[in-house]
């Protein structure tokens, strides 16, 4: 079965799903970008290059490695 999309319609989906997008981006974008920055793990926590994405490590009860911080050690940004 051959069915053809009109371009009209296929423009108008299109410009509906980049309205979307663009609403959701809004609503789930950080409000403060420095409330993932903890001077405490930031000490001990393993980085990226540019310390945008951080991880602190402990081991629990059981001696296995837990993350039990995630977040940004870019204190100025």
Do not use: H
């Not at 980049?18 to 403060?32: C, G, M, R, T």
């Amino acid at each position: 079965m051959k069915r053809e999309v009109r371009i009209r319609t296929f423009i108008i989906a299109m410009i509906i799903l980049v309205v979307a997008e663009i609403i959701l981006l809004f609503v789930f974008s950080p409000k403060n970008k420095n409330e993932n920055y903890s001077s405490e793990y930031c000490k001990e926590a393993v980085c990226n290059e540019d310390a945008s994405l951080c991880y602190a490590y402990d081991l629990d009860s059981d001696g296995n490695t837990v993350v039990v911080w995630r977040g940004s050690c870019q204190n100025g940004n």
